[in-house]
């Protein structure tokens, strides 16, 4: 298995530009989810899903959207960065019961100039 | 919305120094999990432990669910233990998988 997987690694953007980060995982897991990290910050909860079809919003899911068509892929869409925006992204996913642990992707390092 | 306070926040050991990380929270939780960030950036889960004590080699971890703290105690360490450590939590009543994060204990062994 792959786990969760992502990309790109690194992006570098300008203000006003828009792009997806794209997070898989083979895990057949229902839960994704994505962080994003700042310096000297725990990582904050931006939008999850429960499910194919079902998603929700974290603690800071402005300027961002999702979309969960299928249960593998959850793609996050800056929709016209910032240079709040800023930050490594994690995407996360869990098999979905009160005793799993999350499984991490590897982090998209995303500039935005 | 849940508050989760680590402490130190940093820490400098010599190898094979014993070290404790301690991790409050303001609410009931359904879920704690500590996870080790290494220096390349990649989260790895350490314990999944909403309550009781557990040990993995090394390392152990301890919740006490009723006054609201885990410890996470790390025994000889080495340097390949350096990284960042993280607490996250799972409030009661929460949706299944839905963190909170404190902020983090950078830890640093030297050889």
């Known amino acids: 298995n792959a786990g969760v997987t992502q990309t790109p690694k690194f992006q570098v953007l300008k203000t006003g530009q828009s792009m997806t980060l794209q997070c898989a995982q083979d895990?057949?897991?229902?839960?994704m989810s994505w962080y994003r990290q700042d310096p000297g910050m725990g990582l904050r909860l931006i939008h999850y899903?429960?499910?194919?079809?079902?998603?929700d919003q974290g603690e800071v899911p402005n300027g961002y959207n999702v979309s969960r068509s299928t249960t593998e892929d959850f793609p996050l869409r800056l929709l016209s960065a910032a240079p709040s925006q800023t930050s490594v992204y994690f995407c996360?996913?869990?098999?979905?019961?009160?005793?799993?642990?999350?499984?991490f992707g590897p982090g998209t390092r995303l500039t935005v100039l | 919305g849940i508050q989760v306070e680590q402490s130190p926040p940093d820490l400098i050991l010599q190898e094979g120094a014993n070290s404790t990380l301690r991790c409050n929270f303001s609410d009931s939780v359904n879920n704690l999990q500590w996870f080790h960030q290494n220096p390349w950036g990649q989260l790895i889960n350490l314990f999944y432990?909403?309550?009781g004590t557990k040990q993995n080699g090394r390392l152990s971890a301890t919740t006490v669910a009723t006054e609201r703290y885990s410890l996470l105690y790390i025994s000889s360490s080495q340097t390949t233990d350096s990284g960042v450590y993280f607490c996250a939590v799972e409030p009661r009543g929460s949706t299944l998988g839905r963190l909170y994060f404190g902020r983090g204990t950078q830890l640093t062994v030297w050889p």
């Open positions: 895990m057949n897991h229902e839960y």
């Open positions: 996360a996913s869990h098999r979905g019961t009160s005793t799993d642990t999350q499984y």
């Open positions: 432990i909403p309550s």
């Open positions: 899903s429960v499910g194919a079809g079902i998603t």
